[in-house]
């Protein structure tokens, strides 16, 4: 029979006294000294259970039985009782609950089918029971900002905002947190109210702003102290503007984890998670090394994979991209030997449906101070174009060819970022296509270096100036001479070396011409007085 609930408090009390006057013992003795006695919640006193405990139970044992046949029965069975109830609590395995998103990039607003940032704080809520003051951790895996129009145009400033409000504890450092540069990624940093996680982000050069963290330790629960490393891809200097990356190096996962869980451990964790921008087969090559350390979970991103699994203890969790859905990762953790007992891991997705009020009004906020700057309507498309689409293709390299006197324009297919939707054509709709600030370079090859540039990597460029016809390769109606040299306008991304074109090697001298790639496709879509009986299709390759 346990003792009233209402009442535990009171016979606690009552236990204590009694027994410590039974004994002998002077009950002021563990009185609050300070303020630091007293619960936080209610400002009362709480009495030190597991200390009287240990006592009680030591003077017990030592006691002659004769002493013990001494104190009242009433008092035996509250003893017996108390101390069985504190053995249960103190054996009582915790559960440490994760909730993980990573490759946000910027997508805060509600879609037609996904709830955006409300909608998954209200799945949070109501779908996991998640408060701040409960034993959860919210993290990302990185790639938080750069997407629509909505977080871009503000170089991440709103999806940092929203993020602070949505309660995050941490990320991992994303390839594109670097898209603004050191001084953009600097003042985010800054304004975070969780922290930017590298471990294996070394500083080359001294003028590196200290905005990326290794670790941090936090306070899960009263008492628990988990600690979290953030690893950031390797790959990011491929994936990024390598000029943003060049004091940086990026050293190798395994390396690292050897390295700082130690530090880890030793700053008072214990229980320590990974979160990354790594996908899947990296971190399956990861998991070995992330075992033997004694990681709970890896965490991941990059890639936008979906994948949930527990392999020998460890939890692997990845949840797509975009806030569509998201991770729930659950630590069982003994109290005593805080080793990790028991391991879940799950996916869920976050539907169109109620959002999160506070959010919800945010990320409002943020909309209208867009659409005040960006909601101006330049055209009009009937079908809407996909970002991968040859519509899409043509549409941005015929625009910078238009503007700038080239033979050819060439644009790596990954810096279009989203589709256009059917229906009136807006700046916002231009900035969500490409959010990156790039400028276009004017460079100088061979027509055997174009072809290789063109034939790079497993996905080719988009491209126009450039025609196949046959076996044969044509620029400007005529057949590409290998030795002949062809002016070609590329974004400065690629001419720097991403995604490992060859730019740079071919013609270190390229110009710099300072336009912004955005602009021509504006000035060209306004030019072509787009309507319903013109749609923008009609000038556009066939999709």
């Not at 055997?448 to 046959?470: D, F, I, K, M, W």
Request: with cysteine; proline share 5%; charged share 20%.
């Amino acid at each position: 029979m346990s003792l009233p609930a209402l009442g535990r408090g009171l016979w606690s009390q009552l236990l204590t006294r009694t027994t410590m006057a039974t004994l002998g013992w002077n009950a002021d003795r563990v009185q609050p000294r300070s303020r630091d006695d007293l619960d936080d919640r209610t400002n009362r006193w709480v009495p030190p259970r597991k200390l009287a405990a240990h006592t009680i139970s030591s003077k017990l044992l030592a006691m002659k039985r004769s002493t013990l046949t001494r104190i009242p029965s009433l008092v035996c069975l509250l003893i017996a009782t108390a101390l069985a109830g504190c053995t249960h609590a103190d054996n009582e395995v915790v559960t440490l609950t994760i909730l993980y998103t990573n490759d946000e990039h910027g997508w805060m607003a509600p879609t037609e089918t996904h709830g955006g940032a409300a909608g998954m704080v209200q799945r949070w809520r109501a779908d996991e029971g998640y408060t701040p003051e409960d034993a959860f951790l919210i993290l990302s895996g990185g790639d938080l900002w750069t997407g629509p129009a909505l977080s871009t145009w503000f170089e991440g400033e709103s999806m940092v905002d929203v993020m602070n409000a949505m309660g995050y504890h941490a990320a991992a450092v994303g390839n594109h947190e670097f898209d603004f540069g050191v001084s953009g990624l600097a003042a985010r940093a800054a304004q975070a109210e969780f922290a930017l996680l590298g471990a294996n982000v070394r500083a080359t050069s001294e003028d590196f702003p200290e905005a990326i963290l290794s670790y941090i330790v936090q306070e899960a629960a009263p008492g628990l102290q988990v600690g979290i490393i953030g690893l950031a891809s390797q790959g990011t200097p491929q994936t990024t503007m390598p000029t943003h990356v060049a004091g940086l190096h990026f050293a190798d996962y395994d390396t690292t984890l050897v390295e700082v869980v130690p530090q880890v451990r030793d700053a008072g964790a214990d229980v320590v998670v990974v979160i990354s921008h790594l996908c899947e087969g990296e971190l399956t090559a990861l998991a070995p090394t992330a075992r033997s350390l004694g990681v709970a979970m890896l965490g991941g991103g990059h890639c936008h994979e979906e994948v949930a699994r527990v392999e020998e203890g460890l939890a692997i969790i990845v949840a797509g991209s975009r806030l569509e859905a998201y991770g729930r990762v659950d630590l069982g953790i003994a109290p005593r030997s805080r080793e990790v007992v028991d391991v879940s891991a799950v996916l869920k997705p976050n539907p169109l449906g109620p959002g999160d009020g506070e959010i919800e009004a945010l990320v409002a906020r943020w909309q209208a101070e867009l659409d005040e700057a960006l909601l101006v309507t330049i055209g009009y498309t009937e079908r809407g174009i996909a970002r991968n689409s040859a519509g899409m293709h043509s549409l941005v390299t015929n625009a910078w060819l238009t503007a700038y006197p080239a033979d050819v324009a060439m644009s790596n297919p990954g810096g279009f970022r989203q589709d256009i939707d059917p229906g009136e054509i807006t700046l916002a709709d231009v900035v969500g296509v490409l959010p990156f600030d790039n400028t276009l370079i004017d460079v100088t090859l061979t027509g055997q270096q174009l072809l290789a540039s063109y034939l790079h990597g497993s996905r080719r460029p988009a491209v126009t100036g450039l025609t196949q016809e046959g076996g044969r390769y044509l620029v400007g109606g005529d057949e590409l001479d290998p030795d002949g040299a062809c002016r070609v306008l590329v974004n400065d991304y690629m001419a720097a070396g991403g995604d490992g074109y060859a730019f740079a090697e071919y013609d270190p001298d390229a110009y710099n011409t300072g336009i912004d790639w955005r602009q021509p496709v504006i000035e060209w879509i306004s030019a072509l007085d787009t309507s319903p009986e013109n749609p923008l299709e009609h000038h556009l390759a066939a999709p």
